[in-house]
């Protein structure tokens, strides 16, 4: 916390903005700290808009391998010209992502760099399944956290050894995995394609089997607990003596001692009317959900090779993965969703699926910063507020722990491990 501000108070009045998952789990941390809380959002919790809706629902702890890791950079040409392949870079948006983008690619460029990143990223999921564990029970759905493991597969231990750093940033971590060689891979996923003969079996991963479902269950739970909720966009704050007021919404202002900006992509907008860089780009991603299917996997499936997740839900049997960068507000490209349903296809031959008129496409935006890792903390310009988004693929598994470092900032204690997440370091980069 900036050294000239000083702790709110027992009962301070604290405004949190965005319903997605982070942002509700950070109301149920301040008010079990005490403070008075409204949560400000355009969309419903659990609202299918929200980029928490749609992810795959993945609770694992071997998520500290970055995206950007060594040699990515000979591998850009690539997705510019391959329109078919897992992370689609639209030209048009060249422009605009230009500086980003090289800066995506240069901080994993070195195994010194990824391992910094892996570092920093292994609190917020090592013990993320227990959190979310205490978080669904709490909320009366422990039904929707599931510890069943997940699944890597390859098409053989040669391509399971081909991504030798990577497991070893995870093993670097304190990641368990067993290997399983075809006929227990087999026995733990009947059904998968051939094509795959190798595994790593992650036990302590879990999944959320409704990620829309579990956040509109947290939102009841904040309610219960004395949040209030308030729907609108935000067109402002009020600042007086450098320190947040109130925020302004609607022709209406929230009166508040602090504001926690915890709103995805939209923190972007919200940090440059206060004068910070917050550095966002949207990673789109997209899912296909398959209905009322009798022979899904019993377990997450992730296929190395075609780069997207199996997850089973409870609304039925979700593909999701791709990351597609394009201009802000293009139109959703459909042909993504379709190739992971064809994907689909290839990894479970044996499952009976429809055309594409027959499943459910979604597509969100991912909010990804430049050092893949998260803004949390206190705003470089103005006392009071503070940032939590920027988690990337990893809001939904990233959040509790979130919550955590942001109620103690909130509380005026100092959070030196917190220190890789700074909103300051980006003070010099403008998009």
Known sequence: MDATSSPPAQGARTVVIGAGVVGVTIALRLRRLGHDVTLLSSDAPGSDNATSYGNAGWLSPGSVVPISMPGMWKKVPGYLLDAHGPLRLRPSSLPHIWLWLLRFVACGATRARARAIASALRPFLADAADRHAALAAEAGVPELIQRRGLLIVYPDKAAYEADAFGWQLRRENGVRWNMLDRAALEAACPGLSPRY????QLPDGAHCADPGGYVAALATLARAQGARFADGHVDGFVIEGGQVRGVRMAGQVVACDSVIVAAGMGARALGGMLGDSVPLVSERGYHVQVP???????????MSDLKFGITPMKGGMRAAGQVEFAPEGAAPDWRRARILLDCLREGLPLVKIGGF???????????????????????????GVFYATGHGHLGLVSAPWTAELIGRMVGGDSVPEAAPYDPARFLRFRL
Do not use: K, Y
């Open 292 to 302: 009322d299917l009798a022979d899904e996997p019993p377990v997450p499936v992730m």
């Open 197 to 200: 003969g190798f595994a790593a």
């Open 357 to 383: 008129s027959t499943v459910r496409h979604w597509m969100g935006n991912r909010p990804s910063t430049p050092d893949c890792l998260p803004v949390i903390g206190p705003s470089p310009s103005t006392r």
